[in-house]
């Protein structure tokens, strides 16, 4: 199975506030990002939370990580119509020297007035 | 910084042609990368290097070859153009250092579109 698993889509309207989960399997991940690709575009980092954090705030958005159950949520507050974007969740672990990420298929994130 | 350009945005190749599909990078990062993304598929790795001199696989590296020669530039290429690599490519790069703590921060290009008719 996929290593990161994510829901393909979420619709919420306009000043609500999303949550996109995700799952992993690697018990070993160091860090956990999520990233946002708005469309004709790379992929942009919009946060990361260390494998020791529970929780990181930065401005609207909130990330928990819950490591018993290998389950990471980005929580965007006050969610805008800029927000609609493809968002991925990443994980990445040290393996034979090298940390390389282990991305998500993304979550399509639909804001509608 | 222009951070991580890629050249070039779009490109329409016949079966069998060959491309490089060219990425740089002005940060001084050492890491290195090159994804396909296809239709709700998300992100496969297709090779990555470490350093100057250094390549590896990574999920999907048949059908493709890559060279560092430089710290800058990270070119991949195409040698017999199949329609399953119609895709679109991404360049990354990141500074990592194993120990540090520091995190594997990447930053993109925008995307190469390939399309193989």
């Known amino acids: 199975g996929e290593d990161v698993e994510q829901s393909l889509f979420l619709s919420v309207r306009e000043g609500d506030s999303s949550v996109i989960n995700c799952t992993y399997t690697?018990?070993?991940?160091?860090?956990l990002y999520w990233y946002k690709q708005e469309p004709g575009a790379g992929l942009q980092l919009l946060t990361y939370?260390?494998?020791?954090?529970d929780m990181k705030q930065d401005q609207r958005l909130t990330v928990l990580l819950n490591k018993k159950d290998k389950h990471l949520s980005l929580r965007i507050a006050d969610t805008q119509t800029g927000d609609s974007a493809i968002y991925f969740c990443?994980?990445?672990?040290?393996?034979?020297?090298?940390?390389?990420?282990?991305f998500g298929r993304g979550t399509s994130l639909i804001v509608h007035p | 910084n222009a951070g991580v350009t890629q050249t070039p945005k779009f490109r329409i190749l016949k079966i069998g042609q060959s491309m490089t599909l060219q990425c740089a990078q002005d940060?001084?990062?050492?890491?290195m990368y090159w994804y396909r993304q296809d239709p709700g598929m998300g992100l496969k790795l297709i090779y990555y290097s470490v350093g100057a001199g250094i390549t590896d696989k990574g999920e999907v590296p048949n059908g493709y070859n890559v060279s560092r020669s430089t710290t800058e530039d990270f070119p991949l290429r195409l040698e017999l153009a199949a329609p399953s690599q119609t895709s679109v490519y991404f360049c990354?790069?990141?500074?990592?250092?194993?120990?540090?703590?520091?995190?594997?921060?990447?930053?993109f290009g925008p995307g190469t579109r390939l399309l193989v008719l």
């Open positions: 690697d018990s070993s991940s160091t860090y």
């Open positions: 940060m001084n990062h050492n890491y």
């Open positions: 990443a994980e990445s672990m040290a393996s034979g020297g090298s940390y390389i990420p282990t």
């Open positions: 990354a790069s990141s500074y990592s250092v194993l120990g540090s703590g520091v995190g594997e921060t990447q930053y």
């Open positions: 939370i260390f494998s020791n954090m």
